[in-house]
């Protein structure tokens, strides 16, 4: 059996699996080490093996119709006990439907964990109904008390293993998918690599080392981030730590990026990027930064070194993933590599000639 943190779980994904809105639900159906997942609710892809959907890799996890098929269909040994909100929509808000699914997990006796911004402790109808039933809920975003987050301190200078900053060229293009690639890649190869997180689905796959950036008070921000890369290289002695993305560093909703390289000082930076992408995701009519412009924003703004970029294939066929990567090669000068399709192994030796 699974040894997990929180135990058996059902992801909700409610007909935004397969699309950029459901990546929370994407993340869990790849790896988490928090939830054993029994199965995705989404009604677009009933019947169907969620990792054969996502990646072309049968991974077992089933689609049901709603949560009542779901808990008829699973069974004793397979009943969830917890109920995850899989969504991640622009503005991180809970559609009606996902509430409705929260009231009846809470009147099934289930624990419910959500990422979105719309916090579900201000619910008093469903705060009444889960303690009526004894049930657990979480608000992942919710901000920590301020007595709890850290300031800036500058200790993040003493950090002397190698650190990776994973950035993309846009929001929801698989920064936190490749990091944890390349961090199991790393381990397989004999490394002791560890991954800090920085949004709330990192935390639900079991991060040990994790802040959600974009619910964190700004002035606490940097803090954070060195707080928890400094964590992670206090405690584990690890070889090298990859620091989670967040949004781009031009994206007009989410701008992200800056803080990372500021707080978390990176050596190097890989750079996440979906050549089939003409336009910031979400956001018609704003042109996507070309790559040479993204990679010369980074490097100007940090002084780092983009060392490889990483391929997100949506949109293409196997078959134009080698010349894709080749052709970002021939743009930029770097090495390119498809880790989702292709596993992480000639990036990990890479790494491995910079690990300090």
């Known amino acids: ?21 459901g ?22 892809y009933v019947g169907k093996d969620a990792g054969q959907v996502l990646d072309g890799r049968a991974n077992h ?54 990422g979105l911004h719309d916090f579900l402790y201000k619910d008093k109808g469903l705060m009444a109904m889960a303690q009526k039933h004894n049930c657990r809920v979480r608000d992942i975003r919710r901000t920590p008390d301020r007595d709890d987050l850290h300031f800036f301190t500058g200790k993040i200078e003493e950090v002397d293993c190698l650190k990776i900053a994973v950035l993309g060229t846009d929001s929801a293009i698989g920064k936190r ?14 490394l002791k690599a560890e991954m800090v997180g920085t949004g709330q689905t990192a935390w639900m796959q079991g991060a040990k080392y994790s802040m959600i950036m974009d619910s964190c008070i700004n002035d606490y921000v940097s803090g954070e981030i060195e707080h ?13 730590i990859l620091i989670e993305g967040q949004g781009s560093l031009m994206n007009p909703a989410y701008p992200g990026g800056f803080e990372i390289l500021a707080a978390g000082r990176p050596d190097f930076v890989i750079l996440q990027h979906a050549p089939m992408r003409e336009e910031y995701d979400g956001f018609p009519g704003y042109k996507l930064h070309s790559l040479p412009e993204q990679i010369n924003a980074i490097q100007t703004i940090s002084g780092k070194k983009v060392i490889a970029v990483t391929l997100n294939h949506e949109r293409m066929e196997k078959d134009g993933i080698v010349p894709a990567c080749e052709k970002i090669t ?27």
């Open 1 to 21: 059996m699974k040894q997990t943190i929180d135990g058996k779980a059902i992801v909700y994904a409610g007909g935004m699996f397969n699309t950029p809105e």
């Open 23 to 44: 990546k929370t639900a994407h993340g869990l159906v790849r790896f988490t080490q928090r939830y054993d997942v029994m199965g995705v609710i989404d009604p677009v």
């Open 61 to 114: 996890i089933p689609i049901f119709e709603d949560l009542k098929t779901a808990m008829a269909e699973l069974g004793p040994e397979k009943t969830p006990r917890t109920l995850i909100i899989g969504l991640a929509p622009d503005g991180g808000r809970l559609p009606p439907e996902a509430r409705q699914t929260i009231q009846k997990a809470l009147e099934m006796g289930l624990n419910v964990d959500s």
């Open 177 to 190: 998918t490749t990091a944890w690639i390349i961090v199991h890649g790393a381990i397989r190869a004999g």
């Open 228 to 240: 928890a890369v400094h964590e992670a290289w206090k405690n584990e002695s690890p070889d090298l």
């Open 330 to 356: 021939k743009e930029t000068g770097l090495p390119a590599f498809d880790v989702l399709e292709s596993g992480a192994d000639e990036l990990i030796r890479l790494l491995e000639l910079r690990i300090k």
